[in-house]
């Protein structure tokens, strides 16, 4: 749904982005979503070896889907590591996952390939035009227009990322300004803010902090400048660390939004201003949540894992696919849109849901506490081992400059104290001295895993599925 510049100024006062599609009946949305996997599924059974393969050793085809709950049931999951395998095959670059032919595919992008081999990712025009819209709704719900200038603190490479932001913001008809100059460092991006004046911030949180202390070291107070908004991605960010977003506002002087994505998949997650948390953006895409352990759908309010169906991208479908992400799933929010929300955003994944002396410690959970330390940086790592057959995390961390080091003993015990009466375990903290610990420009890496490799889930599922025959 384009707005643009063609809005008359009363319709910027309007409550949603596409009301109509906002506030849908869970009825019309539901039988919606069963239209399009209906669809979805004929087309990728018959255009997409990768899913013909799959159906039919499952025993599945698109006729015998008659119900959301027949889809839950019966249509398999897919993951990333039964998808890589097929990407080697000479000239077939994104695999027999390919839909259509490859003249179709309009814009290259691949994973970041931080937990082995990147995924690459084909998309067609439909597929850039829909993940645009997606980020949309997030924005005009804390307030930016088509008026506003969106800054770019981004390096544009084949990483998805923050493109989409890109595409979004020309769907949205805002001015687009990019920092993604060659080499381009932190302290010439805070000079292009200053000149150019921009409204919108569009950066991961943590470069958000980066930018706001370079800022302040050239003399610059970040929240003087004409940013108004930020907008993040990547890492958990303000709809999961409400602390986070406290900061970063704080920071800038602005209002702050995120959306959740996963680079393989053009859709997303926009935040909700008013319900602490992620809406589905139910236009774009099919939602459930799963208990990864029994793999029955959870009830409301419970964790589990968001498995996801994307309406947008016929060159690669993804179907019944698995985020890895935790959430805690609900069918309504104060805002009054009806599409599924997840309270707190992404608590944290499949792969670092971790058990420490019988207790279940979500990473985000940590980082809540963690970034309500008023002694605390947003720099911090937590170190995940395996020691006498037992996980264990270690956090290490930076205070504020102005915390003098005689103090650090008695923040790492208060940090201690804080997380053992919040989570009901106990955490080693080590303090380290200021600019000890790695900065990010784009995005940061902040749970380090350095148990052996079949405790690690990302890659035991990877091995276990490199042992079929395919998918």
Same mark, same amino acid.
């Given at each position: 749904m384009y707005k643009g510049k063609l809005l008359s100024p009363k319709s910027y006062q309007a409550r949603y982005w596409?009301?109509?599609?906002?506030?849908?009946?869970?009825?019309?949305?539901?039988?919606?979503?069963?239209?399009?996997?209906?669809?979805?599924?004929?087309?990728?059974?018959?255009?997409?070896?990768?899913?013909r393969r799959l159906y039919d050793r499952n025993g599945v085809k698109p006729e015998d889907i008659n119900s959301l709950d027949d889809f839950k049931r019966k249509v398999p999951l897919t993951d990333k590591p039964m998808i890589q395998p097929s990407q080697r095959i000479p000239d077939l670059p994104y695999g027999d996952i390919t839909a259509c032919d490859d003249s179709f595919i309009q814009v290259h992008y691949q994973t970041s390939g931080t937990t082995g081999e990147p995924l690459l990712e084909g998309w067609e025009d439909y597929a850039v035009q829909r993940i645009g819209d997606g980020w949309c709704p997030a924005w005009w719900d804390i307030g930016i227009r088509p008026n506003d200038v969106f800054y770019f603190a981004f390096d544009f490479g084949a990483f998805a990322g923050?493109?989409? $932001?890109?595409?979004?913001?020309?769907?949205? +008809? @805002?001015?687009?300004?990019?920092?993604a100059g060659v080499a381009m460092t932190s302290g010439e991006r805070v000079r292009q803010i200053i000149w150019l004046k921009p409204t919108v911030l569009v950066c991961t949180p943590t470069y958000a902090f980066r930018l706001a202390d370079v800022a302040?070291?050239?003399?610059?107070?970040?929240? $003087?400048?004409?940013?108004?908004?930020?907008? +993040? @991605?990547?890492?958990p960010g303000p709809a999961s660390i409400s602390e986070l977003k406290r900061r970063v506002e704080a920071s800038w002087g602005c209002k702050t939004c995120e959306v959740l994505g996963i680079s393989e998949i053009p859709t997303v997650a926009p935040s909700c201003i008013m319900g602490d948390g992620l809406h589905e953006h139910e236009m774009h895409q099919f939602a459930w949540v799963r208990d990864p352990e029994t793999g029955n759908e959870v009830a409301e309010g419970e964790v589990g894992e968001r498995i996801i169906t994307c309406f947008s991208n016929f060159a690669t479908p993804f179907i019944n696919y698995r985020t890895h992400d935790l959430v805690r799933p609900y069918r309504s929010c104060p805002c009054g849109s009806t599409w599924l929300f997840y309270k707190h955003g992404v608590l944290g994944r499949?792969?670092?849901m971790v058990t420490i002396k019988g207790t279940n410690v979500y990473q985000t959970a940590v980082e809540n506490?963690?970034?309500?330390?008023?002694?605390?940086?947003?720099?911090?790592?937590?170190?995940?081992?395996?020691?006498?057959?037992?996980?264990?995390?270690?956090?290490?961390?930076?205070?504020?400059?102005?915390?003098?080091?005689?103090?650090?003993?008695?923040?790492?015990?208060?940090l201690r104290s804080e997380i053992r009466t919040r989570l009901g375990v106990t955490l080693p903290v080590e303090v380290v001295p200021p600019d000890t610990l790695p900065r990010y420009?784009?995005?940061?890496?902040?749970?380090?895993?350095?148990?052996?490799?079949?405790?690690?889930p990302e890659l035991a599922r990877k091995i276990k599925l490199s042992k079929q025959d395919g998918a």
């Amino acid at each position: 749904m384009y707005k643009g510049k063609l809005l008359s100024p009363k319709s910027y006062q309007a409550r949603y982005w596409n009301e109509y599609a906002q506030t849908m009946p869970r009825d019309k949305l539901d039988a919606l979503h069963l239209k399009r996997i209906k669809f979805l599924l004929d087309y990728a059974y018959n255009n997409s070896k990768f899913y013909r393969r799959l159906y039919d050793r499952n025993g599945v085809k698109p006729e015998d889907i008659n119900s959301l709950d027949d889809f839950k049931r019966k249509v398999p999951l897919t993951d990333k590591p039964m998808i890589q395998p097929s990407q080697r095959i000479p000239d077939l670059p994104y695999g027999d996952i390919t839909a259509c032919d490859d003249s179709f595919i309009q814009v290259h992008y691949q994973t970041s390939g931080t937990t082995g081999e990147p995924l690459l990712e084909g998309w067609e025009d439909y597929a850039v035009q829909r993940i645009g819209d997606g980020w949309c709704p997030a924005w005009w719900d804390i307030g930016i227009r088509p008026n506003d200038v969106f800054y770019f603190a981004f390096d544009f490479g084949a990483f998805a990322g923050f493109w989409s $932001a890109l595409w979004g913001a020309i769907r949205f +008809g @805002a001015k687009v300004v990019s920092g993604a100059g060659v080499a381009m460092t932190s302290g010439e991006r805070v000079r292009q803010i200053i000149w150019l004046k921009p409204t919108v911030l569009v950066c991961t949180p943590t470069y958000a902090f980066r930018l706001a202390d370079v800022a302040r070291e050239m003399g610059i107070d970040p929240a $003087a400048t004409s940013i108004k908004f930020h907008v +993040g @991605a990547g890492e958990p960010g303000p709809a999961s660390i409400s602390e986070l977003k406290r900061r970063v506002e704080a920071s800038w002087g602005c209002k702050t939004c995120e959306v959740l994505g996963i680079s393989e998949i053009p859709t997303v997650a926009p935040s909700c201003i008013m319900g602490d948390g992620l809406h589905e953006h139910e236009m774009h895409q099919f939602a459930w949540v799963r208990d990864p352990e029994t793999g029955n759908e959870v009830a409301e309010g419970e964790v589990g894992e968001r498995i996801i169906t994307c309406f947008s991208n016929f060159a690669t479908p993804f179907i019944n696919y698995r985020t890895h992400d935790l959430v805690r799933p609900y069918r309504s929010c104060p805002c009054g849109s009806t599409w599924l929300f997840y309270k707190h955003g992404v608590l944290g994944r499949t792969d670092y849901m971790v058990t420490i002396k019988g207790t279940n410690v979500y990473q985000t959970a940590v980082e809540n506490i963690i970034a309500g330390l008023p002694e605390a940086t947003n720099y911090y790592q937590l170190i995940l081992i395996r020691k006498k057959n037992v996980n264990n995390l270690t956090i290490r961390l930076e205070l504020k400059r102005d915390v003098p080091q005689e103090r650090y003993d008695s923040v790492a015990s208060k940090l201690r104290s804080e997380i053992r009466t919040r989570l009901g375990v106990t955490l080693p903290v080590e303090v380290v001295p200021p600019d000890t610990l790695p900065r990010y420009e784009v995005k940061t890496k902040r749970l380090i895993d350095k148990r052996p490799d079949k405790y690690r889930p990302e890659l035991a599922r990877k091995i276990k599925l490199s042992k079929q025959d395919g998918a």
